[in-house]
């Protein structure tokens, strides 16, 4: 891989290391929108997004922040024409084979969250794969939202309490958030701190509605394709700006 010298690898310097979120989750929207401004078909401005996501990755390793989230195909897409969605399946697969060597090299400790009993199976191999190999990493926390829908999640919880509680196995004064949370995609895993939407979109579109009751939110104009450091370095700076009082007031 070349690295470009102009790449801000260091934290800004306008940053304040202690006040990093821990964790960022992003929608990342767009990239039909940009393909359409430069005469492409949609798929290319995904195509496009992988390397934005790429980069992503790499700067919170850079600046030191320990989880990234990426929504990467929603419950709803698959009311996309046939021909995106079997591109995007195809898509995925391409680059976790591709990228496994270098999340080894990075120490990228790889996750999905979703529905992956529907996916084609030949990228539920490649998903166990990767997630399997890069189980002892110690780096970045990286988990890839696909075929996820916060509802879904939210119902399968549901399910499988519902189901102690039948068996006997639970008593309905035990359900409480912790035993909740333990139930979801995201079991173990930290809230995101903040959430960022590109392409201008003021909507969750159904993305971890439990688990962003309290993340700090984002939006940029910019559409996923475009998305770059600077543009992160902006929704960092945005967040140290915030007072996250979660409810309380201060003495
Ligand atoms: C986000 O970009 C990627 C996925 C949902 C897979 P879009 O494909 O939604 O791009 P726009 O919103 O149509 O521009
Ligand atoms: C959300 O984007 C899903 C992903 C980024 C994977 P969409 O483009 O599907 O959302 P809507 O349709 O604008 O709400
Ligand atoms: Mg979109």
Request: proline content about 4%.
């Amino acid at each position: 891989m070349t690295v470009n010298p102009t790449i801000q690898r260091e934290l800004p310097a306008d940053l304040v290391r202690d006040r990093l979120p821990r964790h960022v989750a992003v929608i990342m929207d767009g990239n039909g929108r940009w393909a359409k401004r430069q005469g492409l078909p949609r798929i290319m401005g995904h195509r496009r997004g992988v390397d934005t996501l790429k980069d992503m990755l790499r700067c919170c390793k850079d600046w030191g922040i320990s989880a990234l989230t990426a929504y990467a195909f929603s419950t709803e897409n698959w009311g996309r024409p046939l021909e995106e969605v079997d591109f995007l399946m195809t898509l995925f697969e391409r680059v976790l084979r591709q990228e496994l060597r270098e999340m080894m090299a990075e120490e990228v400790q790889i996750h999905f969250v979703g529905n992956l009993d529907a996916l084609p199976k030949s990228l539920r191999e490649e998903i166990q794969r990767s997630m399997a190999e890069t189980r002892n990493n110690t780096g970045i926390r990286f988990t890839v939202a696909t075929n996820y829908g916060g509802r879904q999640e939210i119902i399968q919880a549901c399910r499988e309490i519902a189901t102690k509680v039948q068996q006997g196995h639970l008593q309905p004064e035990q359900i409480d958030e912790a035993l909740f949370e333990r139930h979801l995609y995201t079991a173990g895993h930290a809230d995101p701190d903040l959430l960022i939407r590109t392409s201008g979109e003021m909507r969750i579109s159904n993305f971890l509605l439990w688990q962003v009751a309290y993340a700090e939110l984002y939006v940029t104009n910019t559409l996923w394709p475009d998305f770059d450091r600077n543009e992160f370095h902006r929704a960092l700076s945005a967040y140290q700006q915030r007072d996250r009082r979660f409810g309380k007031v201060k003495v």
